[in-house]
């Protein structure tokens, strides 16, 4: 995985915290988990531009999908935004619509993330 991949999948798991307009500290958490996760052995994603980028709306849903190449990328990236909206322990109806439109543009079929939802 690439740092390109790396900023992809966190700020498609940003976009998934801000999806209901809500300030979750346990969504805050699961951000920082998974930036130092994915900064792991790196030099380092730039988490400030990358909030910045999202607020600002300067990247794109199906941008940010885009950048994923592999199923297994677009497969994580899902699973990553799926946990950060159960941190705070219940997704919304804005959530679960957010990840619909995910799951388009990450191109994924309802099978391949029906059990990634389930849990």
């Given at each position: ?42 030099s380092g994603l ?74």
């Open positions: 995985m690439n740092q390109h991949d790396q900023q992809a999948i966190l700020t498609l798991a940003l976009m998934a915290a801000f999806s209901d307009g809500q300030k979750a500290e346990a969504e805050r958490q699961s951000i920082r988990q998974l930036a130092s996760m994915l900064n792991e052995g790196t730039e988490l400030p531009r990358l909030y910045q980028d999202v607020l600002l709306k300067r990247v794109t849903l199906d941008d940010a999908a885009a950048v994923l190449q592999t199923p297994e990328l677009r497969q994580l990236a899902y699973e990553m935004a799926v946990g950060v909206c159960d941190a705070d322990g219940e997704q919304s109806d804005a959530e679960r619509a957010f990840l619909a439109r995910l799951r388009t543009a990450l191109k994924l079929d309802a099978e391949a993330v029906a059990s990634v939802e389930q849990q």
